[in-house]
């Protein structure tokens, strides 16, 4: 019985994750995109900030399979990356399993939510640009990408916040 209600509420969490990726895809196809990489590009990343915080809400190793569950899904769905993603959605799921803080007030999620993006979208762009895929230079990524994804993000992090405190995500 117990696993039962443990596998549906990890269903539950999945669920939740899938709205805010279909989300995300909603808010960038209203952004400009930026085909000459030559102005500002930003990647809102609400499904990443959700999982960030539901994360500490699933116990044991089960909080492993959720995180590669996301992070395949992601791969699959809206990425070229296969093996990356999974890797960053494990490695959250670890940093957050070190972070002792049971009850994030709103500034504590603002400041994790974006140093989260930060460290994904800085991975990222190493794992590209050691493997060649980019020549993207490193400061008009600093400038263009990086700095507008993680204030954007950090704004939306404000609504993840207050969503997941009004949704009350804990395990029955």
Do not use: H
């Amino acid at each position: 019985m117990k696993s039962r209600l443990r596998d549906s509420y990890i269903f539950k969490c999945f669920i939740i994750i899938i709205i805010c990726f279909v989300v995300d895809s909603t808010i960038s196809f209203f952004l400009p995109y930026n085909y000459t990489k030559t102005g500002v590009f930003i990647v809102p990343c609400i499904g990443l900030m959700m999982f960030a915080l539901l994360v500490k809400t699933i116990e044991g190793e089960e909080r492993y399979l959720f995180a590669a569950l996301c992070g395949l899904y992601y791969s699959i769905v809206y990425s070229n990356f296969l093996a990356i993603y999974i890797l960053v959605y494990l490695m959250i799921a670890f940093s957050r399993t070190l972070f002792k803080l049971e009850k994030l007030t709103l500034i504590e999620a603002i400041i994790y939510c974006g140093s989260t993006v930060l460290v994904q979208e800085i991975m990222l762009y190493w794992i590209m640009w050691i493997t060649n895929i980019t020549r993207y230079p490193m400061m008009s990524f600093l400038i263009m990408r990086l700095l507008p994804t993680v204030c954007f993000n950090m704004i939306l992090s404000v609504g993840v916040y207050w969503i997941y405190n009004k949704v009350k995500i804990e395990e029955e």
